[in-house]
């Protein structure tokens, strides 16, 4: 697996998969048993990658007692501390700037103690941006925002790349992955399924199907118009010609099911994900690369 710099670069994966163990060898928090890798041009876990680094961990915890503000000052002080070159320098002007990327530039002078979750996590990402790092990894950074701070935070990893940051995103909201990310890797028990751009994972336009009361034997004969999952309720035929989803209709009315709805354009990233690591997957995904 391989990440260009300047990218936002999705990591996905069921849970178990090997997320989590591969972001913490590629921060140098453990050590590979085997095998080995690179990370800004240096073996994984070097003391000069990871000062070119910003993280936000899944779990995190800032000292309650603490102001936003204080808390990026904290970390401004850690970085210089940590930095090889000692050339790292955050100002002022750059905490304000980063707690108003993270929408707390009001709240700077309250203490962490009194926010919500949300706003935990906005200034757990103001941290890991703090200092325009060359490699950001963001893990389920939005997993605690409503929708509305889910639009911010595409926007803050929009920026940061705009600034030339690679930005390493762990998710498991695929919707919010397939609006973000310019390439992905799926991996399932350690190993990585596939990777590569969405447009050439997600291919070309396909056809989802809002069914119900359909007999498990239609939906196998199903298959002759294209490679089919059925998850909650939604069948998905990838690469299937436009012409051809009348067809599939007619066919799911006579055999007894009742269309609700039919969606035509590309596989989403959620389909694509089902086939590799879950869900009613075709019994030949292809091998694992």
């Not at 990658?49 to 204080?70: D, V």
């Amino acid at each position: 697996m391989q990440v260009e710099p300047g990218e936002v670069f999705g990591f996905l994966g069921p849970n178990g998969a090997g997320k989590t163990t591969a972001v913490k060898l590629l921060l140098g928090l453990t050590r590979p048993t085997r095998g080995g890798g690179t990370v800004l041009g240096a073996p994984i876990g070097d003391r000069r990658a990871r000062a070119g680094i910003g993280y936000l961990p899944e779990l995190f915890r800032y000292q309650p007692w603490l102001r936003a503000r204080e808390v990026l000052e904290l970390h401004t002080r850690l970085i210089e501390a940590g930095s090889v070159a000692a050339t790292t320098r955050v100002t002022t002007a750059t905490i304000d700037a980063t707690l108003g990327d993270v929408g707390l530039l009001d709240r700077a002078d309250d203490v962490v103690g009194g926010f919500s979750k949300g706003m935990q996590q906005r200034l757990g990402l103001g941290v890991a941006l703090l200092g325009a790092p060359p490699l950001v990894v963001l893990d389920e950074p939005t997993s605690a925002l409503d929708p509305v701070g889910r639009m911010d935070v595409r926007s803050i990893i929009g920026r940061a790349r705009e600034a030339g940051s690679t930005v390493f995103l762990n998710s498991h909201l695929l919707g919010e992955v397939e609006r973000v990310c310019d390439r992905v890797a799926i991996v399932d028990h350690g190993r990585v399924l596939e990777s590569g751009r969405l447009d050439d994972l997600l291919g070309d336009a396909g056809v989802r199907i809002r069914v119900t009361d359909l007999p498990p034997a239609a939906l196998a004969d199903l298959d002759r118009f294209g490679s089919v999952t059925h998850n909650d309720g939604w069948l998905s035929i990838a690469s299937i010609e436009p012409e051809a989803v009348p067809d599939v209709v007619a066919s799911i009315v006579n055999a007894g099911g009742r269309v609700h709805a039919v969606d035509v354009g590309r596989m989403t990233l959620e389909d694509r994900f089902l086939r590799l690591v879950g869900g009613t997957q075709p019994a030949d995904t292809g091998p694992p690369r």
